[in-house]
């Protein structure tokens, strides 16, 4: 059965979807909120510009990067033992920190920019990928549909 999303209309309505979505809408859902109030629920007009919303990397980042990389590798852990002990960024990781307060507190999501992924070998972006989310959560979870995980 495909999955169904629930959303407040004018009636009962049935949409099919391109990816075999239906979209069933109902005039009333008993207990939806009319208005959802949180730092969670926003609109683009919330924001000023894509700055309250990105990170975008400086230089000095990208090199923390470069080495931070550079000093797991030499440790010659797998990859799913990437964690923010053994992946240091001094400057950088303050700044992911506050990322993640913002990611879990805030408004839900923020953007990383300014990494160059053709820098890096497939496996190099992954331990790069590792190593940036342990700043902003610890635990890994699946990644895809199919339950494939970056680490164990």
Known sequence: MAPV??????????????????ILGLRHIQGWPKELKSDLAWECSNFESEDDYNLTLTEQHKFEIKNALCSFKTL?????????HNFPLLSLGARLKLAAFDLHIGKGFVNIRGLDPTEFSPEDNALV???LSSYIGEKRAKQDEDGNMMSK
């Open 129 to 131: 990928f590792l190593g």
């Open 5 to 22: 999303l629930l959303t407040e209309t004018s009636g009962p309505v049935t949409v099919p979807s391109p990816k075999g979505c239906r």
């Open 76 to 84: 010659g852990l797998d990859g799913n033992e990437v964690n923010l």
